[in-house]
């Protein structure tokens, strides 16, 4: 079993990019701009070099995307392999910096490691930042070597829903039959609460096993798999025609690793 260190979150939709310097729309500053970085995940569009060729650690293939998400003094990052966050800041001369990094532990594909440290290279260096805002919101990270990273925002579900509730899943290795709508006839996540105390250690006694009706977004189950999850429970208040109540987002993986067989 592994037990990792670090967060992530959630995807976003493509939106067309505005090029860079362009004056349709201008870039934000100060705290419009950390309030524009908090309240959107950042999926990444395009990863180009000095002369404009595409860097291929970062444009891999049958991945999740790439995605920064902001919270305070942190920086969240989920894709590639490993799920990596650390502390940020943005000097006066629009720089961010970027330390005190921490990763999950996972193997993965050489080509998603190589993504991993590709975005650990670019992130250890301060790196020009840009944000524009508006209903397509676009940020923009350049490096001193004049990497660049282009990136799309989508509102965080704490910007659309409020604030949620953080609750434990542990997800058991194999999916069940899905015995009620909206998912008949598929197959749902078997999970159960775990409870924590505030050291982490564990308290009370686990909630019943069940069939979890919903997604967990930003959550891929590997079949024989056991995870155990922090994820945030949001309540849509009027939820539309056809959509679930209750949203799950996938905040930290705890724990992650395949069932010893012979236990």
Request: hydrophobic share 40%.
């Amino acid at each position: 079993m592994v037990v990792v260190s670090a967060l992530l979150v959630a995807a976003c939709a493509p939106t067309p990019e505005v090029p860079l310097g362009s004056t349709a729309r201008k870039p934000v500053s100060g705290s419009n701009r950390l309030q524009v970085l908090e309240s959107h995940n950042w999926r990444l569009q395009s990863a180009v070099g000095p002369q404009n060729q595409r860097i291929a650690a970062l444009s891999p293939q049958d991945i999740p995307p790439i995605v920064f998400g902001f919270g305070g003094d942190r920086i969240n990052i989920q894709g590639g392999c490993n799920q990596m966050g650390g502390r940020y800041r943005i000097a006066a001369a629009s720089q961010i910096e970027v330390d005190q990094i921490v990763s999950t532990r996972m193997a993965c594909k050489p080509e998603l490691m190589q993504t991993d440290a590709a975005l650990s290279t670019l992130l250890a260096k301060p790196l020009q930042i840009e944000v524009i805002a508006g209903a397509s919101p676009q940020l923009r990270l350049v490096s001193a070597s004049n990497e660049t990273l282009a990136f799309a925002g989508s509102l965080t579900r704490e910007a659309q829903f409020g604030p949620p509730t953080v609750i434990f899943l542990e997800v058991a290795p194999e999916h069940v039959a899905c015995d009620r709508a909206p998912a008949v006839g598929a197959r749902c996540l078997h999970v159960r609460q775990l409870y924590f105390d505030e050291k982490g250690l564990p308290a009370g006694k686990p909630g019943e096993w069940r069939a979890l009706y919903e997604d967990i977004e930003g959550f891929r189950h590997a079949e024989g798999e056991r995870n155990v999850l922090r994820v945030k429970r949001f309540n849509r208040a009027q939820p539309a025609a056809g959509t679930v109540a209750t949203l799950y987002v996938i905040d930290l993986i705890v724990e992650s690793g395949p069932v010893n067989r012979r236990q």
